[in-house]
């Protein structure tokens, strides 16, 4: 007799495999945008979930049937303290891939940075890099973000590499070295109305079964001894259970990229007469503080988690408009 077929999880369930968990709470951006100004920019900047509101806006997307009436939509809170430019790195690209050439570091750092990390540049860093522009592909901009300007309680900063694009690589040397040592804001990189990407490491969920981790189908109670796992792992031959079969593991706690959120209100709390807090502040978050954007609908991740947000590599429009706030409900 051949092998019982397996309850089949549902349709579009299988979208990513392995499910294991994150090697660390910072997600990586690892593809960026093409720029075709010639005026170089840095294209990421990074925030911390604080919670969420419902947004009242009129509907400025032409076709739809909603088109110019109110509209109720989901809102996420990011905390958005300005990053430090740390350094620069340059890499070169050959046929065995893309190499790190030079690191050239702030003299000046912040002293809550400079307290939790150790930055070590050559005297003459910037000159000896400028000989090698010749041959760099790419210019990254190396930033950090301290999340007690967040009003979290931790002290190390979150450091990573956000790219710079437009003009040429000396151009792109230029404008970061001009920044180095000074603080960047939300509102110089994005604006309101501008559509970007983010990426996060979602909830954790723990060990889960193959219901709930890929929504696969239960049996009947009397089919078998148990109703919650799968009717068979597979045929007889081949001797082995094949990577498609659904299998109880790690659910939540994965590195995942979420495309085309729109940023809906771009403020700060000192500035700004939105009424941003509710009373007593965010739940698991508390008050915000500073500067803050408002994105359209979800974002991946816990409540205080670093979120890291990209310049819009999908369906990029020709022109930015800005939405029509009417009321914010927190």
Request: charged share 30%; proline share 5%; glycine share 10%.
């Amino acid at each position: 007799m051949g092998a019982r077929k397996h309850s089949q999880p549902r349709r579009g369930s299988l979208a990513y495999s392995p499910r294991g968990r994150a090697k660390s709470m910072e997600a990586r951006i690892r593809s960026w945008p093409e720029v075709t100004s010639d005026e170089p920019k840095i294209l990421a900047h990074c925030g911390f979930k604080a919670g969420c509101v419902q947004i009242v806006s009129i509907d400025d997307r032409e076709k739809t049937p909603n088109a110019g009436k109110q509209l109720v939509s989901l809102g996420t809170v990011l905390v958005t303290p300005p990053v430090t430019i740390l350094g620069i790195r340059g890499y070169s690209r050959d046929l065995d891939g893309t190499h790190a050439e030079f690191d050239v570091y702030a003299k000046d750092i912040p002293k809550n940075i400079a307290k939790e990390i150790t930055l070590k540049s050559k005297e003459g860093a910037i000159e000896e890099a400028e000989k090698h522009l010749k041959r760099i592909k790419e210019i990254f901009a190396v930033v950090a973000v301290s999340p007690r300007q967040a009003g979290l309680e931790q002290k190390k900063p979150y450091v990573f590499e956000a790219l710079v694009r437009g003009g040429d690589v000396e151009k792109q040397f230029q404008h970061v070295k001009e920044l180095l040592g000074k603080e960047i804001k939300i509102d110089q990189i994005f604006e309101t109305g501008a559509t970007v990407d983010v990426a996060a490491i979602t909830k954790g969920k723990g060990w889960q079964g193959v219901i709930q981790r890929w929504g696969a189908k239960k049996k009947q109670h009397k089919s078998r001894k148990t109703v919650r796992e799968l009717g068979s792992l597979g045929p007889i031959s081949p001797q082995y259970v094949m990577y498609t079969v659904p299998r109880a593991g790690q659910m939540g706690f994965h590195q995942r990229v979420e495309y085309d959120k729109r940023i809906m209100i771009m403020g700060n709390t000192d500035e700004n007469n939105l009424k941003i807090n509710p009373d007593g502040g965010y739940k698991h978050f508390g008050l915000v503080k500073g500067d803050f954007i408002i994105l359209k609908g979800s974002v991946p991740g816990t409540y205080r988690r670093l979120i890291k947000l990209r310049r819009q590599i999908r369906n990029a429009p020709a022109k930015i408009t800005k939405p029509n706030i009417l009321e914010v409900v927190v």
